[in-house]
């Protein structure tokens, strides 16, 4: 495996298959995606795929689809609580067409960004055991193997942050998760710490809109679109 310094990362690593609406990689999580269709036949109930162009200049790596959102919408962080945060960011630094994520059709299109989650199905209390993380790797590389040089990965979370680092053929230890930091990979690639912005986090403030904008402010600045942060300071819609 490559260490922080070393080649090879993108886009040598070998991309895993790309997304499978099938996959079954992980009994207790299949098994638990057929009881959730069985209680509520309405939602899509299915690995989520990842959202937006596979060339984007920036991807972000979410934990795993929630109950009622990714999972029922069949879209990362669509219906979720943590998507409130998300997209309405997104939309205020001009990767999103609209603050509001609500279901698959609803208009919302990204803008040299894509979303996925390091886990793609719904684990049961949110929490993917770490053989599951591992099993779902490869489905993640293949979601980061077109990412252009100079691009940048925002993780959400320590479990993001590891699996991203996984996937791109890198020990996990090789870097720590903190909140805020930059990681400079292979290739003019940057790798970007937020805390999850999860129902949780932003209700205690562990991670607060401040914040979250300041990742998004570093990320800018990286992928010089000081035109998306300029339009950031204006007033909200
Ligand atoms: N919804 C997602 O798709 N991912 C998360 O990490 C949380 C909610």
Redesign the pocket.
Known sequence: MATANEAPILPEVASGPAYDSGCRRCARLALFLDDTRAAHPDYVCLP?PPFGAADAPLVIV?????MH??NATGR??TG?H??IILYRTLYDYGYATQPVATARGDGLALIGCRIT?AVKCLPPQNKPVPAEIRACNSYLSADLCALPDGGAILA?GRIAHDATLRALGMAASSLAFAHGARHALPRGVALFDSY?C?RYNTNTRRLTPEMFRSVFDNIATHLGREGARAASALPRK
Do not use: C, E, Q, Y
């Open positions: 989520v979410g934990l795993a689809p929630g959102g990714a990362p962080f979720d943590a998507g989650n959400l999850h999860s």
